[in-house]
């Protein structure tokens, strides 16, 4: 939508307005926003726009207070700001985790009507037992405590502020039109990527928005933690659920920010427990809950961690897991070759040329200064950040979901040694790290990559060797330059058909040879010879397709 036709909305005004009364006037008259001829009365002369961006702990308070002022859909903008330490200094990082969800009340007769409307009935036919006064209240929903019978279990019911997605869908608008303007007119901007910015908070919010989402998240996170000792993740009553409202157990617990650790004799087991969690999620899972902070997180009577709002998750794929295992094994090796190859691997390519000995350099100096430090001091999400940040520098991208995973590293990791200062990340990762590392090679999940890749072989979507691999990447960066000169186009045809045959040939029979060598050292029965019968199969058949290829390329005198 056009600045044009957004400054004809009252809420547009209120916003420039906003930004002059705390000191962004310059900025709103440089990118020649409506309203920008306002009185400066409020906020003064200010400092320049690229000053704005640049200076210190000032400017990022009046941000903060003007994204707070501007109302929930700037608070949670903020927010999300703050979780892409890769992108913004880290003095803004802090600013904006001050972020508050200060908001009043809603009456509980508009919220009634918010749940008799997701029920399809009143109140009180689900609900005997329900209390008024809410126990919660954010920018996008208030929760109240009730009972689905008068007997029952206590229930904790998430309501959806009425009309908010209204406003937000409209704040979106006006916030994808800003991050365009001021893309085009700060150069010094462009860095910070703001359009892609307000994409990726479009698609959050919007996500955020629907508790039925959050509801199956939540279940998700329940199964996949059902294992892990001392973490607790409330049951959801899905049959109640809806886009705006969440019912789910009713947990107690203090949260942990307002408990005094240095007092608790268990506070080691407690901070272990919370951060194995945490790891727990990325790297075996690689299903994370983005926001770990204290305020998300309760400690139950019996001594278990509750994690609760599962409104924002992060993923990682299985590729993203073993990409971030080897940089992570190349770090502990102070490998340069190996680190530079797995960010290649992770990085969002923006640039064709790229200066991959510099890059290098880069960060080995990252593994050494690090390596420097002793093993039970290290930061792994501070080591991980500092590379994305020389990622950044060599104009690599960093994927959203693997900025989050180290944003929810990092507080998770200050928020273990918040309560033990003497804990050992990396001892507590190495376990799951390797872990990984196992899996990857799994002779079945071998197997199952072999097939894969054969099939994709087939299907013309890709080869199996390293080499192919690496011809593949260096193509898609652009490093590699293929010119052809023929005079003869069906001789080059034959000859690049004769050739793709015989790799065919070849990489089948290799498939065979290494699949029934590891068949023969299963033991499986039945047996031929004293051998695993299929074993001996799959010989003879490399066998008997290795003489007809020699035999072929020796009639045909094709070497």
Not at 466 to 490: A, W, Y
Request: proline fraction near 4%; aromatic fraction near 6%; charged fraction near 30%.
């Amino acid at each position: 939508m056009e600045i044009k036709s957004l400054s004809k909305l009252g809420r547009f005004k209120d916003i420039v307005l906003t930004l002059i009364k705390h000191g962004f006037a310059d900025m709103v008259e440089r990118m020649d926003l409506p309203g920008g001829d306002h009185s400066r009365t409020d906020a003064g002369e200010g400092d320049s726009a690229a000053g704005q961006i640049s200076s210190g702990g000032g400017t990022y308070e009046r941000l903060r207070r003007t994204l707070e002022d501007l109302g929930p859909t700037f608070v949670k903008l903020g927010q999300l700001m703050s979780m892409r330490p890769d992108l913004i200094p880290p003095d803004l990082v802090v600013e904006l985790q001050k972020l508050q969800d200060t908001v009043t009340e809603v009456d509980y007769a508009e919220a009634r009507e918010v749940i008799e409307a997701s029920l399809g009935r009143k109140v009180e036919e689900v609900f005997p037992v329900f209390d008024p006064d809410p126990i919660a209240a954010a920018s996008l929903s208030q929760v109240y405590r009730a009972a689905l019978s008068k007997s029952g279990p206590a229930v904790a019911v998430k309501v959806q502020r009425p009309g908010i997605r209204k406003v937000i869908e409209q704040d979106l608008d006006i916030l994808v039109a800003i991050a365009k303007r001021l893309d085009q007119r700060y150069e010094e901007m462009r860095l910070y990527d703001l359009p892609e910015l307000a994409r990726v908070t479009r698609r959050t919010l919007m996500r955020e928005l629907d508790f039925q989402r959050e509801s199956r998240y939540q279940v998700i996170a329940k199964r996949n933690m059902k294992d892990q000792p001392g973490i607790y993740i409330p049951d959801v009553y899905q049959r109640y659920c809806t886009g705006q409202m969440l019912v789910m157990e009713h947990v107690r617990g203090e949260k942990i920010k307002n408990l005094d650790f240095a007092a608790m004799e268990d506070r080691h087991e407690l901070a272990r427990l919370g951060l194995r969690a945490g790891i727990s999620q990325i790297f075996r899972d690689g299903f994370f809950h983005a926001d770990p902070h204290s305020g998300n997180m309760l400690l139950m009577p019996d001594r278990r961690f509750c994690l609760l709002d599962w409104g924002m998750v992060g993923r990682l794929t299985s590729r993203d897991r073993y990409d971030l295992v080897d940089l992570v094994r190349a770090i502990a090796d102070g490998d340069g070759q190996g680190m530079l190859d797995a960010v290649l691997k992770i990085a969002v390519h923006k640039s064709e040329e790229i200066d991959r000995r510099g890059l290098e350099r880069e960060l080995l100096e990252i593994s050494d200064i690090y390596g420097a430090v002793p093993v039970r001091q290290m930061n792994l999400g501070r080591l991980l950040l500092d590379i994305t940040h020389s990622m950044r520098e060599f104009q690599l991208g960093v994927p959203s979901d693997f900025a989050t995973m180290i944003k929810s590293l990092i507080t998770l990791e200050g928020a273990a040694r918040n309560i033990d200062p003497d804990l050992n990340v990396i001892e507590e990762a190495e376990p799951y790290v390797e872990r990984i590392a196992r899996e990857r090679y799994r002779p079945d999940r071998m197997l199952g990559n072999m097939a894969a890749n054969l099939s994709g072989l087939f299907t013309s979507r890709g080869g199996l060797s390293r080499r192919l691999g690496k011809i593949l990447s260096k193509l898609e960066l652009g490093e590699m330059r293929v010119r052809f000169e023929h005079e003869n186009l069906q001789d080059l045809q034959e000859t690049l058909e004769n050739t793709s045959n015989k790799l065919t040939f070849g990489i089948i029979i290799a498939a065979l040879i290494i699949g029934s060598s590891m068949i023969i050292t299963t033991g499986v029965r039945p047996y031929l010879f004293g051998y695993p019968a299929f074993g001996i199969a799959g010989y003879i058949v490399s066998a008997v397709l290795g003489l007809w290829v020699v035999v072929n390329m020796i009639r045909t005198k094709r070497f």
